[in-house]
């Protein structure tokens, strides 16, 4: 088959020089650093392409190209700077979606690889830190995670170290289980995270944060790749499932012991040191969220979250840097390893090995020292457990050639979108704690507020306009305010699938219904931050950057498009659902795969339904009672 490009592994000098005309037309230089210049913007984004999957660099160099031909017959890196900005003003106000959206990824690019700085984020007084009320934590030994040789044997192997992984290697270990733990990903804590936030992504997470649903609108979903899953890089936040979520996994899906998992979220709280927050402590952009709120009467609180005495913390998306937030490398998998198990980092399981019907062992691949991989197997007698998450346990189970229908279905993402704020008053959302403040006001119409303050790196694509109007907004980033929106998807869905390379291909349809909560929830954050004493608001709608006080009618009486709004993910779920319904569950309600005997799914895949809130919480549980039922079978 023809193909536009070959296959790419980085970006091309073509690529670059796009990149770098528009990093120089957005920041000329002034008040604070000229692109290009003095920050090598183009250079930056062209080696962290390197690290990236061929499939992501081609998009990303498709988009390039198509957004130099905007102005065809010429090509937008050969105009004059002058006539380049003009431009860039004139697409931004586009009424062709098209011109929008690639203008978007330009400036996403150009965002990272810009504020990732220390001297762009410096002149605009940004600073990320951690800082607890008390003494700092202690390190608790993992053991050796160096893979061994050509591979080595176990009773159950667990891939997978995150909430759902750590969680059942817990119950199995302490059952007298041996057990081992394969981490696709590095293994990293507070005295090993880069300051760098695009060091961060590149390092630890899958695809380097790049991972996309595609959909109209395309989602990102960034999601942890390292020992400790996402819960190392998560913001903490602590929510017990529903009943009401509970009870529709009893009665509909047939989950006979959803309702009794109150011990395990007890357990859970326990061992994380789960606490509310004081609203003495969020932060002024949880303050004025908080007082927004309160101005019109409806109910939030301060979060629960995982940090115990942690009043300080903007980096929770690079690592905790004092690791205060509780994460699974350092609660879980400490005990499990004092409990027997072992873990291994860097040993990507490719295949579960199935003979005679019963999964066997795995065929994985680690580093072999010379910047390639070898082969690693691993043999379980008694069980394979995929904990890998609502992407790696589809990928692992596809790969291995399970055959049931649903597998990779039923994708939940809980749609997501950062409503920002400008204030005439300092914010410095930075300080105080990252997320801080809920508003479940509307959680019975499937929408929840929380005040998030997102990283620097990570918005400043979000914020309004280009070139000087962006810059000015950059150096007021003191007086910018942070809400997230998060909607409860139950008629829209997606699919994980397996692409000819055998990697996954995400796709999400989000309904209209939908759509319009996620608009709901705009309109709401955005009445919030006017209550609040906001001056204007960005609701992340394309062709529509900025509210400002009285545009709300309007907004609510035409709510935009599905494809019009600018979503993120943070919690991928259901995509190999538990049920007791053969013909839409390939996992049974005992955790088991339908069709293979002793492999197992212990993960936020294996959720019924999409949660509504944080989901942490609920994976820990889930994948406790799964370990209890399963330790009671493979000790008898």
Known sequence: ???????????????????????????PGGALPAAEAEIPVSTSMSELSRRLPSRQIRFMRLGIR??????????????????????????????WPHQRELLMLLKTLYSLNYLRDERVRTAIGYEARCEVDGPEPADLPLGEMTPTEDGEDCEVAIVGSGAGGAAIAVALAEAGLDVLILEAGPYANRNTYPADPVEASARYYRDSGLTVAVGLPSIPIPSARMVGGTTVINSGTCFR???????????????????????????????LEVRPLELETLGRNGQL???????????????HRNAGRCVQCSACPQGCRLDAKKAMHVSYLPRAVAAGARIRAGVEARRVVIEAGRARGLECVVPDGGGGRRAYRVHASKAVISAGGSFGTPELLLRSG????????????????????????????????????????????????EATFTPLAYCGQWLPGVTSEHQERLLDFDRIGSNGVQVRDETSSGRVKLGADGTIRVGYRLSKGEARKVAFGIARAAEIWFAAGAEEVYPQVSGNPILRRGDLAAFESRPPAGRELRIESFHPMGSCRIGADASIAPIDTDGSVRGVAGLYVADASVFP??????????????????????AGRLSG
């Open 241 to 271: 499932a529903t009943d009401a979520i509970l009870e529709r996994w009893r009665v509909e899906f047939g989950v006979g012991w959803a309702r009794d998992l109150d011990e395990h979220f007890e357990e859970a709280e326990r061992m």
């Open 1 to 27: 088959m023809h193909r536009l490009l070959p296959d790419p592994v980085e970006l091309g000098v073509r690529e670059t020089e796009v990149l770098g005309a528009f990093a120089q037309t957005m920041a």
């Open 609 to 630: 339904t999409s949660l509504g809130v944080n989901p942490m919480m609920t994976v820990i549980a889930v994948a406790a009672r799964l370990g209890r039922l399963l």
């Open 289 to 303: 969220v908080a007082a927004g709120a309160t101005a019109l009467g409806a109910h939030g609180e301060p979060l």
């Open 66 to 95: 198509a957004f130099d031909w905007l102005c065809f017959p010429r090509r937008f890196s050969r105009l004059p700077s002058e006539r380049r900005g003009e431009l860039l003003e004139r697409w931004a106000r586009s009424r």
């Open 402 to 449: 399970i055959e049931h229908p649903a597998v990779g279905r039923n994708l939940r993402l809980h749609p997501s979108a950062w409503v920002g704020a400008r204030f005439g008053e300092p914010v410095r959302g930075w300080e105080g704690v990252m997320q801080s403040y809920g508003i479940d006001q509307w959680a019975d119409q499937g929408v929840m507020l």
